[in-house]
């Protein structure tokens, strides 16, 4: 793998690393921003999927929609298949608490389970990602 494609490698799973604790950090504390925090969360899935895509040599579009993303990288890896249903659940969350509407806050709850499926989808995808391109957070 040359040089160039490791480090854009990197810079997408760094994102996703850092989206993935910006998440986390919104709902400590006293005074949390859910909201905020389940946007995060497909945006650590986009962006760790980019990275796959990018190792395998895929050119994919600007967009927010996992599961749009899932079709293409189940074209390249089968066990995809069974994060479609989390891409499904991720990707709302992606506009609706971002801008105002009837929907301001998220439950706890729904929360905690954005961030939980989240972090799964990214470890898993991390794990079919050669070491040398993880980076050190």
Request: some cysteine; hydrophobic content about 40%; overall charge negative.
């Amino acid at each position: 793998m040359n040089a160039a494609k490791r480090a854009e490698m990197r810079k997408w799973l760094l994102k996703s690393a850092r989206d993935l604790g910006s998440a986390r950090k919104l709902m400590e504390g006293e005074e949390t921003y859910l909201d905020t925090a389940v946007y995060h969360c497909p945006q650590a899935a986009e962006k760790a999927r980019k990275a796959f895509l990018t190792y395998q040599d895929t050119v994919f579009e600007k967009t927010h929609d996992l599961t749009a993303l899932v079709e293409q990288t189940i074209a390249l890896e089968p066990a995809f298949e069974d994060w479609r249903e989390v891409a499904e659940k991720l990707t709302p969350y992606a506009v609706p608490f971002r801008y105002p509407g009837d929907v301001l806050e998220p439950e706890r709850a729904e929360g905690e389970e954005a961030l939980a499926t989240a972090e799964a989808l990214v470890d898993f995808i991390a794990g079919l990602l050669p070491d040398e391109v993880k980076p050190i957070t």
